[in-house]
């Protein structure tokens, strides 16, 4: 199974600051790499698939980057509804799986 | 504005079984390939199963192998997870996945 590390695993931060999060994957996963956002409560929402392309009215002010088994997601300029905790996602070999959530707070 | 919405959830004894129902709308249902997920709050999702747009193909965790079967109807615009012999580690909210869009779950809960 591919194994996927986020860090940190959480993070405080303030309305308007950019926030790097990481994932790491335990083996190459070629471009099937996406991040979701979820909130306290609610089911996961996806903002990015394929590594950099932004889902269905998602914001610009979160971007994907990365490559073979190291991936990041950026949020420039935190909103409220920004905090949340972010999850990673492979879903190039079987079984899919998620890394293990960043949580992210207000400082 | 594609909606996704599961029903089927609730409370089962260890050894019951479920049928969970996913539906969506806003989106050509026989195109894209499915899964389900479950999340026990607080903790990391975890994939359940998949199924391909035509339902050729199936895959499912190790730990559900043998115990759920996943299957779609397409003309209904419907695809369905049978959980048989459920046990307790089977608790957690299921959700349907659809190209991105998920919808807000149903909750399972296996307890004697």
């Known amino acids: 199974d591919t194994q996927l590390t986020q860090s940190p695993s959480s993070l405080s931060a303030s309305v308007g600051d950019g926030v790097t999060i990481t994932c790491r994957a335990s083996?190459?996963?070629?471009?099937?790499v996406g991040w979701y956002q979820q909130r306290p409560g609610k089911g996961p929402k996806r903002l990015i698939y394929?590594?950099?392309d932004l889902h269905d009215g998602v914001p610009s002010r979160f971007t994907g980057s990365g490559s073979g088994t190291e991936f990041t997601l950026t949020i420039n300029g935190l909103q409220p509804e920004d905090f949340a905790t972010y999850y990673c996602l492979q879903s190039n070999t079987f079984p899919i799986t998620f890394g293990g959530g960043t949580r992210v707070d207000i400082k | 504005e594609v909606q996704v919405v599961e029903s089927g959830g609730g409370l089962v004894q260890p050894g019951g079984s479920l049928r969970l129902s996913c539906t969506a709308s806003?989106?050509?249902?026989?195109?894209?390939?499915i899964n389900w997920v479950r999340q026990v709050p607080g903790n990391r999702p975890e994939w359940v199963s998949h199924i391909t747009e035509s339902g050729t193909s199936k895959y499912y965790a190790d730990s559900v192998k043998g115990r759920f079967t996943i299957s779609r109807d397409n003309s209904k615009n419907l695809v369905f997870l049978q959980m048989n012999n459920l046990r307790d580690e089977d608790t957690g909210i299921y959700y349907c996945?659809?190209?991105?869009?998920w919808g807000q779950g149903t909750p399972v809960t296996v307890s004697s």
């Open positions: 806003g989106l050509i249902f026989g195109r894209w390939s």
């Open positions: 996945a659809i190209t991105g869009y």
């Open positions: 394929a590594v950099s």
């Open positions: 083996q190459a996963v070629g471009i099937d």
